[in-house]
């Protein structure tokens, strides 16, 4: 808190300075994924250079995420359906494209 001049203190930062911030840091960790998703594709398809350095930073981003979010124990049912789903998902993509590449 900082005093005004008439000596009360006023409040620098609230929920909702927060909750901007948040949002604001949400936003900026999709499109640094997102963007490096993009890079390693390109890299991949117009290079053919292996790119598992770029997509490591993809999976272990989300993966502090998700690990700070299940310390604090906010992490519920819907997460884990979600999580399993895309799991799944991916899992039947990846036997695919395995398939089709023999």
Not at 25 to 41: D, I, N, Q, R
Not at 82 to 98: R, T
Request: proline fraction near 1%; glycine fraction near 8%; hydrophobic fraction near 50%.
């Amino acid at each position: 808190m900082s005093p005004t001049a008439s000596g009360r203190n006023t409040v620098d930062c609230d929920e909702r300075t927060v909750a901007v911030e948040n949002a604001g840091y949400k936003w900026a960790c999709t499109f640094m994924s997102f963007g490096l998703l993009l890079v390693a594709c390109f890299r991949s398809f117009v290079y053919h250079q292996n790119t598992w350095d770029l997509l490591a930073l993809v999976i272990l981003g989300g993966g502090v995420g998700t690990t700070y979010q299940a310390t604090h124990k906010i992490l519920g049912r819907r997460w884990l359906v979600v999580f399993v789903s895309a799991f799944v998902v991916g899992a039947v993509i990846a036997a695919v494209i395995a398939l089709v590449r023999r």
